[in-house]
């Protein structure tokens, strides 16, 4: 049994994943991991890389003798770690940019069939830009996903 909570988070990643050219996605991502935060991550990873990590979840909020299901909230913290010396010609805002859009484009699609009705909602939150390091070329956008769904507690 795989449990709402965790169909929401591989969905996320999957539609990270869908962040190519070929899509209509300014860049292409190399690879998106679940659960791990990029300075986790082996060595050598290839870049540009999302990460997905569900970071925070709400008490359910559901009406006085309901037991079936809860209604919850969950947020994301999403990592785009991209090295601006793999985009020549790009200015570096810019670059940051493409990704912000990328993410927003991403998380904004229509869930699968599976979810309708239990996915409630998906919003892009803060995002916030971190330049690498004067001689350094790895820069990381985080971006805050927020959700809510309806969990269901039946065996």
């Given at each position: 049994m795989q449990l709402i909570a965790t169909r929401i988070t591989d969905w996320l990643a999957a539609q990270l994943s869908q962040i190519t050219s070929l899509n209509g996605y300014p860049l292409a991502l190399a690879d998106v991991h679940v659960g791990r935060f990029y300075e986790d991550l082996p060595q050598g990873a290839p870049l540009p890389l999302a990460t997905v990590v569900a970071a925070s979840t709400s008490d359910a909020v559901t009406p006085d003798g309901v037991v079936l299901s809860g209604r919850r909230g969950r947020g994301y913290q999403v990592e785009v770690v991209v090295n601006f010396d793999q985009h020549?010609?790009?200015?570096?805002?810019?670059?940051?940019?493409?990704?912000?859009?990328?993410?927003?484009?991403?998380?904004?699609?229509?869930?699968?069939?599976?979810?309708?009705?239990?996915?409630?909602?998906?919003?892009?939150?803060?995002?916030?830009?971190n330049?690498?390091?004067?001689?350094?070329?790895?820069?990381?956008v985080q971006a805050q996903v927020a959700t809510v769904f309806i969990e269901q507690y039946q065996p």
């Open positions: 020549p010609g790009v200015e570096r805002h810019a670059l940051l940019d493409q990704i912000e859009w990328g993410i927003g484009r991403a998380v904004r699609q229509p869930p699968p069939a599976e979810l309708r009705g239990l996915l409630q909602s998906v919003s892009l939150g803060d995002v916030q830009f330049y690498p390091a004067p001689g350094h070329s790895i820069a990381i």
